[in-house]
């Protein structure tokens, strides 16, 4: 049993003041009590700890590798991409687990409590399985083990190299399966996750529509179960021409039409749809995954979040490509990305909550719903997925409720995050992480072989 005291919590009845939660033994929030006296660990404000439900770990060792043009007279996604295939091949499993222990560690002291990895870096550099083709995915599941994050591990089944189902390039061989491989794949990739406590789960990932043909998907559903779905979509004009041309509508448009879209599934990026669209992913219940950082540096485009939250659409946070990992940097760029399109400001607050609130509680219930975790408020019964921030810094002084919130995302960033709880395991205290000094030895040896082999 934990308890913990904070001067005010967000909690889905809105925020109070001296607030007691009572963490059970299993991880889950057994009570709140407001107007409570302190007792055991007192923290400023506490908030629920949002979910990061995208994420390729191995990226975080390209950051700042990438801002130099490349012979294409304009760089793009497909440049970076290019790159991406040629560092992949110097990655072997350790050096997988290593980065992906920073990663989760970055991703705790920022904030997040939960991590949802799209893996896909699957095998040999030839191509070649491992002895157990599950190797890579148990790296990530040894990473969890290390840093304590709630894990949510979608193996990535990526079939061919385009619409058109021309075979996988030279960079994509590590990622290649058929649907039967992939079945083997995702089996052997689960039965690793044992050893993990009872919150982390397991989801089915098909990667594109670029890269995974009709009958894969359908197959991949099949598999998924009751399990979440998780899927790129409509991310690149490029992208969204080449599906157009092979299959006769638009990325949004042919999953809808062709696939069960529902609230277990996440949609990540959608960054180039129409009106329409925004609507209909919106009606059918599944999860928006942006990753505005990523997003941004990519020159994606930017997502409706106007619309989408105007039809009544729910949305999750992740750090993509792990260049930065900043939550409440993800929230200030959805924000701002809103502003600087439409000219305008406080975008996306509503009439009842500010801009701030309406991206953090946002951010926690569409996380959780999109890694079917039972977490997103601070409420009896859920997972103690929580965030505490210091009400002594100097951008939060004086401020209450969601002053407090629009403070933390527009005037501070994440050294405001004090202490972080994954299910109720205390992971960060006084804003570092109980493994920072070991994990970031370990990571950045390995960051230095990898920029000795390029």
Known sequence: ????????????????????????????????????????????????????????????????????????????????????????????????????????????????????????????????????????????????????????????????????????????????STPESYADLAARAKAHMKPLPGDCGF??????????????????????????????LAEQVAEVEEVEAERGARPVEWLLANAPVGPRWCLIHLTQMRPEETRAVAAAGA???LCPITESSLGDGIFDGIGFLGAGGRFAIGSDSNIRIALSEEFRT??????LRDRGRAMLASEKSSTGRVLLEGAAHGGAQALRRAAGAVAPGLWADLLALDTRALDLEGKTGDLLLD???????????????????????????????????????????LKDRL
């Open 287 to 289: 999860v928006a995954g």
């Open 407 to 449: 403070a933390w995302i527009f005037a501070g960033d994440d050294r405001m995050v004090t202490d972080v709880w994954s299910a109720g395991r205390p992971m960060v205290t006084d804003g570092r992480h109980f493994a920072r000094d070991e994990v970031e030895a370990r990571a950045r040896a390995t960051l230095r072989r």
């Open 203 to 232: 989801g089915i990932a098909p990667h594109s529509l670029r890269a995974v043909t009709p009958a894969g998907l359908a197959a991949a559903v099949e598999m998924a179960g009751g399990e979440p779905i998780h899927i790129h």
């Open 334 to 339: 959805l924000e701002y990305s809103q502003r």
């Open 1 to 176: 049993m934990q308890e913990i005291w904070a001067e005010q919590a967000l909690t889905p009845e809105g925020w109070r003041n001296d607030v007691a939660v009572v963490i059970d033994a299993e991880g889950r929030i057994e009570s709140v009590t407001p107007d409570a006296p302190p007792a055991g660990r007192r923290v400023g404000a506490l908030l629920p700890a949002p979910a990061n439900v995208h994420s390729h770990a191995f990226q975080r060792a390209m950051a700042g590798l990438t801002e130099r043009r490349g012979p294409d007279p304009s760089d793009s996604f497909w440049t970076w991409r290019r790159l991406m295939y040629r560092f992949l091949d110097q990655i072997d499993p350790d050096d997988a687990e290593a980065i992906a222990a920073l990663v989760q560690v970055e991703m705790l002291e920022s904030g997040y409590a939960a991590c949802g990895e799209f893996h896909y870096l699957h095998h040999r550099v030839d191509g070649g399985r491992y002895d157990d083709p599950a190797e890579m995915s148990a790296a990530m599941v040894r990473a969890a083990e290390i840093s304590g994050i709630g894990l949510t591990l979608m193996p990535v089944l990526y079939e061919v190299g385009g619409c058109d189902g021309r075979p996988l390039g030279p960079g994509q061989r590590r990622f290649g």
